[in-house]
Antibody, heavy 119, light 106 residues
Framework: QVQLQESGPGLVKPSETLSLTCTVSGDSVSNNYWSWIRQPPGKGLEWIGSIHSSGSTNDNPSLKNRVRMSIDASRNQFSLRLSSVTAADTAVYYC?????????????WGQGTLVPVSS | DVQMTQSPSSLSASVGDRVTISCRTSQSINNYLNWYQHKPGKAPKFLIYAASSLQSGVPSRFSGSGFGTDFTLTISNLQPEDFAIYYCQQSYSPPYSFGQGTKLEI
């Protein structure tokens, strides 16, 4: 059974870089694509971006080139770095497995981790 | 970018009811539409892809339909575990945007 678990700091200061890691079990990060999604308090879901072990990435232009994603196959993890954060980046961040099938789909998700941005 | 409009934003229903949630897109996306169920504090659950194909293990009381710009999620014979927030997502082109969500409550 595929399982994903997000981990990262509990709090990030404005203008700093938010860093999160997703640990995958039941599948290899060398297979498929992997994705990040977030949900600000009281708002809907926002797709952040996706990455493949080949290095191919795709991210949301609304985040204005602040996103960097990477994969560590030796640890079966993938990571997100979001630079120059503001209070608007406060959200629950989810990682998910992305499959290409009749478009794309996110078939397994982590439970999410809340990252407040505050001084 | 494809804009998503989901309605209603909230919906009250009872166990055994049949409910319908609508999702409209700003441009035609063929049938590239997914549906997810989300309960607070839990991982979102993938329900339907390609507008009408049920993910393995999802109860048959869930169904989806639509093509182009208008899509519908229908839940028949509502069960207590179905009360949650439902999101549509277009899978046609990045960024893969979501609807605003529909909160289904008793």
């Amino acid at each position: 059974q595929v399982q994903l678990q997000e981990s990262g700091p509990g709090l990030v200061k404005p203008s700093e870089t938010l860093s999160l890691t997703c640990t995958v079990s039941g599948d290899s990060v060398s297979n498929n694509y992997w994705s990040w999604i977030r949900q600000p308090p009281g708002k809907g879901l926002e797709w952040i971006g996706s990455i493949h072990s080949s290095g191919s990435t795709n991210d949301n232009p609304s985040l204005k080139n602040r996103v960097r994603m990477s994969i560590d196959a030796s640890r079966n993890q993938f990571s997100l770095r979001l630079s120059s954060v503001t209070a608007a980046d406060t959200a629950v961040y989810y990682c998910a497995r992305l499959l290409y099938s009749s478009g794309i789909l996110l078939d397994h998700w982590g439970q999410g981790t809340l990252v407040p941005v505050s001084s | 970018d494809v804009q998503m409009t989901q309605s209603p934003s909230s919906l009250s229903a009872s166990v055994g009811d049949r409910v319908t949630i609508s999702c409209r897109t700003s441009q035609s996306i063929n049938n590239y539409l997914n549906w997810y169920q989300h309960k607070p504090g839990k991982a979102p659950k993938f329900l339907i892809y390609a507008a009408s194909s049920l993910q393995s293990g999802v109860p048959s009381r869930f169904s989806g339909s639509g093509f182009g710009t208008d899509f519908t999620l229908t839940i028949s014979n509502l069960q207590p575990e179905d009360f949650a927030i439902y999101y549509c997502q277009q899978s046609y082109s990045p960024p893969y945007s979501f609807g605003q969500g529909t909160k289904l409550e008793i």
